[in-house]
């Protein structure tokens, strides 16, 4: 076996130089799907991408809605947002009004992608490139992948995952089921844990622990709601004394598992299986720059290697150029097109520009970057790629030649102002404060609202008090309201949440009674 | 190490699970649409899919997210004219520029409500629901008529029992002289040559002799030649082809009877059209052609379209028995009971001039039920009149008249119970 991973100090030579070009006939073959694969991998591995074995699955246009509409996986339980996900799907590409993605892949071992069968055979190239050399790489690599996900056992997971749901809906009715899941997703956001590394099971330990997680999780809440108020008459000053949970915790759906008093066992199991399934998917929420960036460098410059070499012929190069121009343009602000940064875009932008870096530094490149400017990129670009998550990649690598080719500006947005103000533009001034806000932007923390498990009521109503720690001010959406309908109905007594500003004081409440 | 698979034949139709747990989500919705659809459609088509509009915000699954306020920062690309400090004004009640999500497009907050299509079998599968079909006549219903298989040509292939012979004895003929005429033609000139040849011999004559050998050799090679085309090849084989086709092959006529009087409100007639759809759907399984004829009456009757039928208003007394006669004068005139299978079915409050519930029965016993197949009779009103006594009369002496009331869609079909069952053969 290969003993890797050592990124390559650069790429390697070609061996041998074709006689003749790939065959580029418009229609695919698995003969040929076969070829551009034997050679994108030949010529990936020259620039030492370390991947997950690869498997290519040939799926149908119904088949990439089936699994656009699961989250992308090939399994996963049954709920009726992925039926409305794939009723709309459906309704806007047989209208015309969107093309389903040209690929889906799944972060697991061996890595999984799906080519469509509609796909040319120069977008089938463009595709493996894409994603069982990019995505496939990235999700082998990235630290966040590495420490948060594990790719051997998520699909045995999902299986299980789908059995289990499927005989609660057998044994306790499916809308019972149902709204139960419902509520597990409305916390699913917050159903992670950011700072502790979860422990790697497989599906035998999973499910061999089960049993005994059931009884051993039911016997710690009993413990808990056992202290029957010993002494009346200290009720008024001991909650305030003492608050339980001591520290605040973050993940609301792995504190409602273990502690809510009244949810029965497979109810426990089935909050584990979305917090799980949400933990999963955790790390792609904070790389989708990265992630994409990544993938999109990498077709590029394997599809780019091949046509140097002498693989490719014109007519494949000009159609996966087509699409890839498509992929990654950046509309500006004010345009028809404009929702935001298309990660693709950006991400793509930035690899291209710490090569750019490297190879040929500026005199401003060297200021800023004096670690990488001149070195070898390859090793650089795989050091970016393994050690950051969005925000820190954009606080670390967005160059002032990037801001000025994207002609990024930052506008503040304060409550007490009447107007936006332009705060930072693409000028020697406001360089470092872009970067620090676009990186920002990217935090997931600053992205969602930080809310916390503040404190539960042992002695009298039982009742669980969340608590909103604003940031900058900002306050909750309204929503908010209709969430804590769903916490309320997990916890199974009343629910208070109180969102404070950044003095501590308690600026607004949400509380809904115990469900009946 | 590398696999390719091909998945396209293996789990289609994945999310039909999710369709369907969103469908039942959404059941009141659905059937409140399936009703409209169904009182604004003619009765020809009622099997039809149909367009369902759910409001966006009955569907949205809330999570915890920021509202407006407080202090932002948000980066944007394409800058054009700004520089530091530049104020913009702060567009009216919305969040400025991109929300500062990153992608707000495909969850911006328009108010549009969330469309999807019914497909024709999930459409009558909810209007059967209201109407409280049971489950075999719903597969009646649904399912398509039986097939029988007609001739139609010849193939090339099929089974052995639909082997033509004549056709592939005459394709194997013409093929036999088609490879074997030409051969045939010049073994008969090289005979000719050799008879001629061996009659010219002078004995001795070793060159002549030898050209005689060689001639025979070559006129013998050809025989041999001729006599390997083979009698009969696969490629002769002609076969019976048969299609199929639908079995229904009758005509039918339904006569649809309502009362148009004062007492008649729209919910009335929305319960009797639903009850008019039973029969047709029920008849549309059974007969190719279906004529439906209009009649609605007040104190007269008067045969008309079904725009006019369902939605003329129309007011004041009743005389049912008009629309009796009426229907009996069409039959005459324009169905010949012995060519059409005729069907009526009325509907009515109940509500009727009182020396005229008599006629009615009278009519009805002796002119109509001789000439129909099947009479329906369903009052759409609680309380029993004279018209109802007089009508049960008839249910004893008459296996082919039925009646019931019904003040809501699921006791309409019980109506049709006998119906179904005699022609459903082996029904519940």
């Known amino acids: 076996m290969k003993t890797k991973p050592l990124a390559l100090e650069h790429p390697l030579p070609l061996a041998v130089r074709p006689a003749e070009h790939l065959p580029a006939t418009s229609d695919w073959s698995f003969e040929l799907i076969e070829t551009y694969h034997r050679t994108i991998r030949a010529t990936a591995e020259r620039f030492g991408l370390d991947t997950y074995p690869n498997q290519l699955e040939i799926i149908t246009a119904e088949q990439m809605m089936d699994a656009y509409s699961s989250s992308g996986m090939p399994v996963n339980y049954r709920h009726w947002s992925y039926g409305k996900e794939f009723i709309s799907t459906e309704k806007n590409y047989k209208r015309g009004h969107m093309g389903l993605a040209y690929e ?19 977008m089938q190239a463009l595709v493996i490139a894409h994603a069982a050399y990019g995505h496939n790489s990235f999700f082998k690599g990235n630290y966040l992948f590495r420490m948060w996900t594990d790719a051997a056992s998520i699909i045995d997971y999902l299986v299980y995952a789908k059995n289990y749901v499927a005989a609660c809906e057998d044994k306790h009715g499916l809308e019972t089921v149902e709204a139960f ?44 709601w056992r202290t029957l108020p010993r002494a009346l008459h200290k009720e008024g000053a001991a909650p305030e004394a003492k608050r339980f949970p001591d520290e605040p915790q973050e993940n609301l759906l792995y504190f409602i598992e273990k502690n809510a008093p009244l949810l029965e066992p497979w109810q426990r199991e089935i909050v584990r299986i979305v917090r799980k399934v949400a933990q999963y998917f955790y790390p792609q929420r904070q790389t989708q720059v990265m992630n994409e960036g990544w993938a999109t460098f990498w077709h590029h410059k394997l599809l780019n290697t091949m046509y140097d070499d002498g693989f490719l012929t014109d007519g494949v190069m000009i159609e996966w150029l087509t ?98 103000e332009v705060s930072a533009i693409h000028d020697d001034a406001g360089y470092k404060r872009v970067r620090e806000a676009l990186s920002r932007q990217y935090d997931l923390g600053s992205r969602e609202p930080n809310i916390q498990v503040w404190n539960v009521n042992l002695r009298g109503d039982r009742s669980l008090t969340l608590r909103h720690f604003q940031h ?40 809904v009674p115990a469900p009946s | 190490m590398q696999q390719i698979i091909d998945r396209r034949l293996a789990g289609k139709n994945k999310s039909i699970g999710n369709r369907e747990r969103f469908l039942r989500r959404h059941k009141e919705q659905i059937r409140e649409a399936v009703k409209r659809a169904i009182d604004g459609r003619g009765i020809r088509d009622v099997e039809r899919g149909e367009d369902i509009h759910i409001p966006k915000k009955d569907l949205t699954e809330p999570v915890f997210g920021h509202g407006q306020g407080g202090v932002r920062e948000v980066v944007h690309p394409g800058n054009q004219e700004y520089v530091r400090g530049d104020k913009i004004e702060r567009p009216k009640g919305g969040s400025g520029g991109g929300s500062g999500k990153g992608q707000a497009s495909d969850q911006g907050e328009s108010e549009d409500d969330f469309v999807f299509a019914l497909s024709k079998e999930e459409f009558m599968q909810v209007f059967f629901d209201d109407l409280a079909l049971p489950n075999l006549v719903r597969t009646q219903l649904a399912e398509m008529p039986e097939w029988k298989s007609h001739r139609a040509g010849y193939s090339n292939d099929g089974t052995p029992n639909n082997l033509h012979v004549v056709r592939s004895m005459r394709g194997a003929l013409g093929r036999r002289i088609a490879l074997g005429n030409a051969p045939r033609r010049e073994l008969h000139e090289m005979e000719a040559r050799l008879a001629e040849m061996q009659a010219a011999l002078q004995p001795g004559d070793a060159v002549a002799e030898a050209a005689i050998k060689e001639l025979a050799e070559e006129v013998r090679l050809l025989r041999a030649r001729i006599e390997r085309i083979p009698f009969l090849d696969p490629i002769d084989l002609r076969f019976r082809n048969r299609v199929k086709v639908p079995v229904p092959t009758s005509k039918a006529v339904m006569f649809c009877l309502m009362d148009v009087s004062g007492s008649m409100d729209e919910a009335r007639k929305e319960l009797s059209k639903r009850f008019f759809i039973l029969l047709y759907l029920f008849l549309t399984r059974h007969y190719e052609k279906i004529e439906l004829v209009f009649i609605r009456h007040h104190t007269q009757a008067q045969e008309v379209d079904e725009e006019n039928f369902f939605h003329a208003r129309e007011t004041g007394g009743t005389v049912v028995s008009s629309a009796l006669v009426l229907m009996e004068e069409i039959i005459k005139s324009r169905y010949n009971p012995s060519e059409w299978n005729i069907y009526g079915a009325q509907a009515s409050d109940g509500d009727n001039w009182h020396h005229d519930s008599g006629r009615c029965r009278v009519w009805l016993s002796e002119k109509i039920l001789p000439l129909v197949r099947y009479f329906a009779y369903v009052q759409v009103a609680e309380e029993e009149q004279n018209l109802w006594d007089e009508y049960m009369h008839l249910t004893a002496a008459h296996k082919n008249f039925a009646m019931r009331k019904a003040v809501e869609a699921s006791q309409i079909y019980p109506v049709f119970r006998d119906l179904f069952k005699k022609e459903g053969a082996k029904a519940a």
């Open chain 1, 472 to 511: 900058n001010d900002r306050p909750l959406h309204d929503s908010g309201q209709e969430v804590m309908k769903h916490v309320a109905r997990l916890w199974g007594f009343g629910v208070h949440l109180e969102s404070s500003n950044a003095k501590g004081d308690v600026t607004k409440r949400f509380s």
């Open chain 1, 323 to 420: 699409s890839h121009t498509n992929v990654v343009y950046q509309p500006p602000v004010g345009h028809r097109g404009y929702s935001g940064f298309n990660p693709y875009a950006l991400g793509f932008a930035m690899y291209t520009d710490i090569q750019r870096i490297c190879e040929a530094p500026t005199e401003e490149d060297r200021a800023w970057f004096p670690d990488i400017a001149g070195k070898p990129w390859l090793p650089v670009l795989d050091h970016a790629m393994r050690n950051f998550k969005d925000e820190s990649f954009i606080g670390q690598y967005l160059s002032p030649k990037l801001m000025r080719d994207f002609r990024l500006f930052a506008i503040s947005d304060d409550e007490k102002q009447a107007d936006y």
């Open chain 1, 104 to 122: 889906i892949v799944i972060n697991s071992n061996p890595c999984i992608s799906y080519l469509m069968e509609e796909n040319t055979l120069a």
């Open chain 1, 181 to 224: 899941l419902d509520s597990c997703h409305a916390l699913s956001n917050h159903g992670v844990d950011r700072y502790r590394r979860p422990s790697r099971k497989s599906l035998a330990q999973e499910l061999s622990e089960r049993i005994d997680r059931e009884e051993h999780a039911q016997r710690q809440v009993n413990d808990l």
